[in-house]
T-cell receptor, first 112, second 111 residues
Framework: SQQGEEDPQALSIQEGENATMNCSYK?????LQWYRQNSGRGLVHLIL?????REKHSGRLRVTLDTSKKSSSLLITASRAADTASYFC????????????FGRGTSLIVHP | DGGITQSPKYLFRKEGQNVTLSCEQN?????MYWYRQDPGQGLRLIYY???????QKGDIAEGYSVSREKKESFPLTVTSAQKNPTAFYLC??????????FGQGTRLTVV
């Protein structure tokens, strides 16, 4: 069962622009995580935000969480060609067993 | 260096053959997971294990089997009952309520 859904499915921007991806989910969560996947590789963890947090930053990444709307956003500022990848959100259900459940991802292409 | 290792990177399976994908971690994580990823798709959970000698079916367990005899190891067998096994398989591990660490994946192709 797919818990999170990312939007848009694909995003194409120019280097230097900001990229925003959104994630919506269905049930209450313990935390929400964002991951990055380069083509043909494993996923790499970017940021974890807990259900009692509203915003987190890490370098050029900013994540927000709105539990009332069951949604999160990932903002990549001043994008670079090297940011080209697929980005996934994952959630684990509150009161559950901490199993990361993934959406379908957003494919980001940053043109140099 | 701590990490999670999957092998082989590429695997070819003939019709009717069972194959086993290896996943080893030295992160001392209790929980381990197997996901399947089809082209352009998200990750679907096959099996997970939260403690040694125990594992549970995920959303798409049919045609797959696992074992968890050691904390470090969680091998996945793709049986002949899995009719469409061609996919990218990802193994992950985590501690309770923390981020997951992934292996580099195994690409399985039916020939």
């Amino acid at each position: 069962s797919q818990q999170g859904e990312e939007d848009p499915q694909a995003l194409s921007i120019q280097e230097g622009e900001n990229a925003t991806m959104n994630c919506s989910y269905k049930t209450s969560i313990n935390n929400l995580q964002w991951y990055r996947q380069n083509s043909g590789r494993g996923l790499v963890h970017l940021i974890l935000i807990r259900s009692n947090e509203r915003e987190k930053h890490s370098g050029r990444l900013r994540v927000t969480l709105d539990t009332s709307k069951k949604s999160s956003s990932l903002l990549i500022t001043a994008s670079r060609a090297a940011d080209t990848a697929s980005y996934f959100c994952a959630t684990d259900a509150a009161g559950g067993s901490y199993i990361p459940t993934f959406g379908r991802g957003t494919s980001l292409i940053v043109h140099p | 260096d701590g990490g999670i290792t999957q092998s082989p990177k590429y695997l070819f399976r003939k019709e009717g053959q069972n194959v086993t994908l290896s996943c080893e971690q030295n992160l001392n994580h209790d929980a381990m997971y197997w996901y399947r990823q089809d082209p352009g798709q998200g990750l679907r959970l096959i099996y997970y294990s939260q403690i040694v000698n125990d594992f549970q079916k995920g959303d798409i367990a049919e045609g797959y089997s696992v074992s968890r005899e050691k904390k470090e190891s969680f091998p996945l067998t793709v049986t002949s009952a899995q009719k469409n096994p061609t996919a990218f398989y990802l193994c992950a591990s985590n501690r309770e309520d923390t981020e997951a660490f992934f292996g580099q994946g195994t690409r399985l192709t039916v020939v």
